[in-house]
């Protein structure tokens, strides 16, 4: 029986809702693929057609979150918005995107987003760092900055990764210390930047 693209998207859906339940009731570890399946009312192994592993479920979650992030940062962004503010702003947008799923994303962070990043998971990781990197290249082209050094990509995309670790464990009132990191961050990168340009 051949099954449509429809349908297919329909059971993904069911299965990432299904673990998000899972999830939450039981903490990442707890949580079983076989749970989740039985949720999502599939066969257990069929999950695997879709995930080849609950990291990448993570992985799925966090992508399907961030993919709006560039629209919430366009509708809110201001015309006369430094370089800092911008940058701030399109990194706040995505970490408010994630927020619902902040208490298993250290799983994203610690195997998906490490140089040592599992098997099964990369590929879903890979779009979520090109996308991320894209928008902020427009985002340092509007500023006048169009061709910047894969040095300055690493250094920014180091930054990022560490605003994101601290922010998943961060237990200040809403993330206040977050925020000042990401402010810090933005503002050493943008010297750097300017730095590196002579300016």
Known sequence: MRITPAAKEETRQRLVAAAVD????????AATTRNIARQARIAAGTLFNYFPSKEAIVSALAADSLSGAGDDFARRKRPSASLE?????????????????????????????????????????????????????????????PEISPVAMQLYWTLYLGILSYWISDCSPKQEDSLALLDQSVSMFCDWLRRERGD
């Open 22 to 29: 899972r999830f939450r009731e039981e903490g990442f570890e």
């Open 85 to 145: 503010e911008d940058l701030f702003l399109y990194i706040a947008a995505g970490l408010r995107r994630l927020k619902r799923h902040r208490a298993y994303l250290h799983t994203f962070v610690q195997a998906a987003l490490s140089p040592l990043a599992m098997a099964g998971v990369s590929g879903e990781v890979d779009a979520i760092r090109v996308s991320h990197l894209q928008e902020v290249q427009e985002i340092l082209a509007d500023h006048e900055l």
